[in-house]
């Protein structure tokens, strides 16, 4: 897919008092092992823990971020509706290596991933850095880091097929929040 802008970022958009409820939300919750490929753990991939959430108080939150990422970076993408919410949390030496959202088939509804949106809930840790891989290589060569997430409440949207990660964690802990929104496969 050949597109004038891979991203937008908000940074520093959600409140303190905001990011302190999800997470003391998500953590109300018990956690488990993140997965990947339909279920399955592929060591050296991912390694994370997470919980979905499905309160429609945190997609009200992002819709407006989503709608306006869709807009200014002139992807007019259609989409319908979102998956559930993933809560993760990355702990001292947990990661999630090199991956695409949209790299799987389509779901049983026929719909696909198309816009990607991820959360930084805190900023007390250290490690866990977000990469991207530029439009230009598209293969992990050029990757770059979103900086402008690393803030607090800070909010990125991009489409579902960039290639992105998360470094390990070295300090401290990780939270964030990932939400797809989904629509009627390419055609």
Known sequence: ????HYDCTFTSTLSSDVCNRIIKHGLSQPLEKA???DGQHISGIRDSDLVWLYDSWIYD????YIERAN???EWNFQYESSDGIQFTRYGVGQYYDWHKDSNI???PDGKIRKISIT???NDDYEGGEFYIDTAETYG???HIEVVDLKPKGSIYVFPSDVWH?????TKGVRYALVVWVKGEAWR
Not at 165 to 169: N, P, S
């Open 35 to 37: 997965l990947v490929n």
């Open 165 to 169: 990660k998360v470094d390990k964690v």
């Open 1 to 4: 897919m050949n597109l004038k």
């Open 71 to 73: 807009q200014v970076s």
């Open 119 to 121: 959360v930084n809930l």
């Open 61 to 64: 939150l992002l819709q407006p």
């Open 140 to 142: 992990k060569t050029n």
């Open 105 to 107: 088939p389509p779901q």
